[in-house]
Structures are given as C-alpha cells and as structure tokens.
C-alpha cells in the first residue's frame, strides 16, 4: 500500500524565520518520487520541490529544502526565511515508480506572521 | 504552453442533473490525473490514464462517476446523476514521464444544489 501522512493539520512561523513541516510515507517500492505542493488561498496546486528515492543529496530549490531520511520515510520540508506569502496549504505527495499512481497527504497550513 | 484548462471553473447545478468537467493537459504528457479536493477528505484522486488508457480508477466514489480521454489533448469526468455530496473542487493535471512532476489545473469548482 503506498500512503502518506502528514501529522501537522497547522503551524504557525515568524517572519524570516525557518519552518520545518513533515511528512512520512509508506511504501515497500525502492524506486519512487517524494514532491511538495503549496495551495495558496486562491486555490491553485503550485509546485515546489521534489526528491527521487535513489537521490544522494537533499533537494533544494531557493529558500526550500527537502530533508530526505530514506531509513525514516520522511521527507519533511524546510522553508528558510519566511515570507508573508509563504502562507498556505502545503501538501506532501508520492509516486512509485510501479504504478506511477501520485497520491498526496492531507496538508499542513501554514501561516507566516508579521 | 498555456498549462493544464479545465473548464468549467464554476458550475452550480441541481441535484440530479448530469455534469461534465473537461480537461485539456499539457501538450506531449503522457499521463492524466482526476482529483477531487474536499475539506472532509482532502485531495483524492479519482483516476489516472497513461497514454489515453485508463490505469487506476479505484479512486471512482461510485458509479455515477465516469471518466474519458478520447485523445492525448481532451479529457472528461462525468456525474451523473449528481449529489449535493459531490459538491468539491476538482482538479486535473498532468506530468511527462514518471517521477516528475504534476502540473494542475486552475481547478472547477461544483456546487450540486
């Protein structure tokens, strides 16, 4: 079965501070891909990041992080520096590569304050 | 590209009535995915099609829902008859390849009154 969790229904960051959300998966497939949405209020999926299984460092792009503990099954993102626009549902998905199937968590929302 | 279209963006119908989403995905992607994204059960997804063909359609709530992709460029899910229950935002999107990225639509928004 291929699932995964996201504990966090909220968080609440400082501005220009780093917010880690989680997420941890369950799959028994070596090969697959780990990715991170953002929703903003206005509703649309936008993507951020993403971490294949076999990859040997961390994926970063910009002011995200993804913390990748294969042996854990987590993929917790980090957002450094905080902005007020960083406020937003954030989603954790997976794809194996045995079936291609994307599947997401049920989201973290996160509010930056002033 | 001008990305995943979906249209309608809103549609208000009556209960019992027939509904149909459309979606365009982005040119040259071989794989096409239905979500629906409610606050009770956030996203779920309903079916995916690799190539045109259906792969997984284990995410269909029941039989009123029923999805096509007649070609690469054009994709339908159907409720018929709906419910005030289907009420959600539905999402299509796209990707090339496996382990890449998803590309969303702006979604529709159906409200079954």
């Known amino acids: 079965a291929q699932k995964i969790t996201q504990t966090q229904p909220g968080m609440f960051v400082q501005e220009k501070e780093a917010v880690t959300l989680d997420c941890t998966y369950d799959?028994?497939?070596?090969?697959?891909?780990l990715f991170w949405y953002k929703q903003p209020s206005s509703g649309e999926m936008i993507f951020l990041i993403y971490q294949g299984s076999y990859d040997q460092q961390n994926a970063t792009e910009g002011r995200y992080s993804l913390n990748f503990q294969k042996a854990r099954k987590s993929a917790n993102l980090v957002i450094s520096a905080s902005q007020l626009g960083d406020s937003a549902m954030y989603f954790c998905?997976?794809?194996?590569?045995?079936?291609?199937?994307?599947?997401f968590g049920s989201g973290t929302r996160l509010l930056v304050r002033p | 590209d001008a990305g995943v279209i979906q249209s309608p963006r809103h549609e208000v119908t009556e209960m019992g009535q027939e509904v149909t989403l459309r979606c365009k995905p982005i040119?040259?992607?071989?794989?096409l995915f239905w979500y629906r994204q409610t606050m009770m059960r956030g996203l779920e997804l309903l079916i995916y099609?690799?190539?045109?063909?259906?792969?997984?359609d284990s995410g269909m709530p029941e039989d009123r829902f029923s999805a096509k992709m007649p070609n690469a460029s054009f994709s339908t899910l159907k409720i018929q008859p709906s419910e005030p229950r289907d009420s959600a935002v539905y999402f299509c999107?796209?990707?090339?390849?496996?382990?890449?990225?998803?590309?969303f639509g702006q979604g529709t928004r159906l409200t079954v009154v």
């Open positions: 998905a997976m794809s194996k590569d045995s079936s291609y199937k994307l599947i």
């Open positions: 799959t028994s497939d070596p090969s697959y891909g």
């Open positions: 099609f690799n190539n045109n063909v259906p792969i997984d």
């Open positions: 999107a796209s990707r090339l390849g496996t382990n890449t990225e998803a590309f």
């Open positions: 040119s040259g992607h071989d794989y």
